[in-house]
């Protein structure tokens, strides 16, 4: 009887474990571009009355949806990667078996693009262009993620400037004012600087693979200075830009939510691979924040003033 039990332990898995899957759509980073897409359907000034399913679609598409496609799509591809840096997860330990991640990536690309038929020809748009670029940066044989400049500078406009573009489109069913745009961009800009830090977990795997990220092609302190100056110079500018808006209280609450990253950025510096994890869920979450204040900072802006 115990003979019988190990050999049925040691057979291949036919069908993928449940909670595994759970695990390769990793909900963790839904939040970015949910975040994001709410910025976006604030910064739009309209009124939400009339526009909530509008509002909770897009924040579905843009997380579960599109972002876990972009996992599951980023494992697959990853496969080899994961099982020198992290074997126990859901495909290089078995627990998603043969071509099942391929399976998933492929047919949530295909249900985003339904859904985000629901949400017009800019909510459409946007959703193309999103699994797109969740192909190109994962999928050989354009693979952006191998260079440390493109790959993440794709993921931080990609989570930041597409999902607040769109949110602020959908809502207001046209083109985003140009300071909806502006800010946008900004923020995807930055955020290629956490993608950077993102980088670190995978270091060793990534070396032997032959992907150039920052943290390989730099090493992990010169890495960190660049990733914390990509994040700042953003937010600086659009300090900048609230003060010449004449919302002078909102450019002050990011200028205190930066000083607070500036503490928190030299903590990293001190040992940027041991607390990459630790400045992601302080820095980072300083820097959403400021993401939402600019949002409520504009919604009221049409134009150029």
Request: hydrophobic share 50%; with cysteine.
């Amino acid at each position: 009887m115990s003979v019988t039990t190990d050999l049925s332990q040691t057979q291949p898995r036919k069908l993928p474990e449940p909670k595994a899957v759970l695990t390769l759509l990793k909900p963790i980073t839904w939040f970015p571009p949910m975040w994001a897409y709410l910025c976006g359907a604030i910064s739009a000034g309209v009124a939400p009355s009339g526009h909530w399913l509008a509002l909770g679609l897009g924040v579905f598409l843009a997380g579960p949806v599109v972002c876990g496609m972009s996992q599951a799509a980023n494992d697959w591809c990853d496969r080899h990667v994961d099982a020198i840096n992290e074997p126990h997860r859901p495909i290089p330990s078995g627990r998603i078996p043969g071509r099942w991640g391929l399976w998933i990536a492929l047919f949530m690309s295909a249900l985003a693009l339904v859904i985000g038929l629901a949400l017009g020809p800019w909510g459409w748009g946007a959703t193309v262009v999103a699994v797109l670029a969740a192909w190109a940066y994962s999928a050989e044989p354009v693979r952006l993620k191998k260079s440390g400049w493109w790959g993440p500078g794709l993921v931080g406009l990609s989570y930041e400037s597409l999902p607040w573009f769109t949110g602020a489109a959908v809502l207001s069913a046209g083109a985003p004012a140009w300071p909806v745009v502006i800010v946008a961009l900004l923020y995807g800009i930055g955020a290629h600087g956490i993608m950077t830090l993102n980088d670190f977990k995978a270091l060793e795997g990534d070396r032997q693979m032959g992907v150039n990220s920052l943290p390989v092609t730099m090493g992990p302190e010169r890495a960190a200075k660049l990733a914390c100056v990509v994040m700042t110079v953003p937010q600086m500018i659009v300090i900048a830009l609230l003060f010449s808006w004449d919302r002078p209280w909102y450019a002050v609450a990011i200028i205190v939510s930066l000083l607070l990253q500036f503490y928190a950025m030299r903590v990293l510096l001190k040992d940027p691979k041991g607390k990459a994890p630790w400045y992601n869920g302080t820095g980072v979450t300083l820097y959403v924040s400021g993401m939402m204040i600019t949002a409520f900072a504009i919604r009221s802006l049409e134009a150029w003033p």
